[in-house]
């Protein structure tokens, strides 16, 4: 029998995944998939549905065993650790508060497992009801709390024991948009203030690109990519990352050219330069530029390098900002999206100027 990991050992966990995978009869969940969880990150796993993300939280929370590759702890290896011997708080999506128990007695029940004593556990409690913004809510059950405050709840509770790791499995994509916007901020504040690792489960990429340290991309079953936010964002790694992260303007290049510390290639009778890629150096490839790195104008503007031209199709409004769906001379659709309070709106069937720095664009290869 394992070991067990007792509660304390360390305030926050450091792991590292090796090889993981895991199959369901033929199907492969997961492919080989190495990856360091830093000691005290918000790690959040970031994926469409299937692919793998919620396989790989459960197999870090000890509920499914992987079919191969081991998962290591400080040190030590914990693949065959059962789950309750972790010690891991778990947050889940349905929030699982007992229903007959207080807010206290809820928050209170990790901590009576653990035989902590009665002034521990009333210190304690009283510590996360106040953290989490509770205080006046002790003695209600569940049921007569607001979906929010119940999160608060399951939040309080997997830290008041004071976990190495934390893994929290979608909590908040039941709460409407203004609820989970509090909640996520409510999540990144206990992170700083705990300095727990977390390791954050979702599919909603603002979500992600808002709380995290580091995100983590998944698809059929393999990671993709992991980083910074910015990084991932701005430099992903491939197609598939840099369109599942947000909408994402792409130019066909023909064969790209290195010029110094750029690269080239034409797009319809334009040169469009990038920042250097000698990666895909004399090959066809994708110039990628985010709607919000591009601007309209009436005339050609001379400060960005990069210009092309486009008739304006159409704009959906969004409040602080518009966007603009355009489309080139050889019909390639674009999208810009611009602030709103200082752009003038631009008539549908417009001929304009888009353009932009050639740091904000990136290459991508061709059909990849």
Known sequence: MPQSMQPGDAKAAEIKA???????????????????????????????????????????????????????????????????????????????????????????????????????????????????????????????????????????????????????????????KNLREMMQEEAKRLHQETGTTFVFVTHDQSEALALSSRVAIFNHGELLQAGKPQEVYERPANRFVAEFLGEINLLPLDTVQLDGERAAGRFEDQTITVNKSSALAGRAALAAIRPEHMVISVEHRKDNCNAITCRVEGATYFGASTKYHLRTRTGTSLAVSMPTATTSPIEPNTNVWVSWPEHQGFLLPNGS
């Open 18 to 176: 090796i090889s993981i995978g895991k199959t369901f009869g033929a199907f492969h969940a997961l492919k080989d998939l190495s990856l360091d969880i830093k000691r005290g990150e918000f790690l959040t796993l970031l994926g469409p549905s299937g692919s793998g993300k919620t396989t790989f939280l459960m197999i870090l929370a000890g509920f499914l065993a992987p079919t191969s590759g081991k998962l290591v702890m400080d040190g030590k290896d914990i693949t065959n650790i059962p789950a309750e011997d972790r010690s891991y708080g778990m947050v889940f999506q349905g929030y699982a508060l007992f229903p007959h128990l207080t807010v206290e007695q809820n928050i209170a029940f990790p901590l009576k497992v653990r035989r902590q004593s009665a002034a521990d556990i009333k210190r304690r409690v009283g510590e996360m009801v106040e953290r989490v913004g509770l205080v006046g809510h002790e003695k209600k059950l569940p049921a007569k709390l607001s979906g929010g405050q119940q999160q608060r709840v399951a939040l309080a509770r997997a830290l008041a024991f004071e976990p190495s790791v934390l893994l929290l499995d979608e909590p908040f994509s039941a709460l409407d």
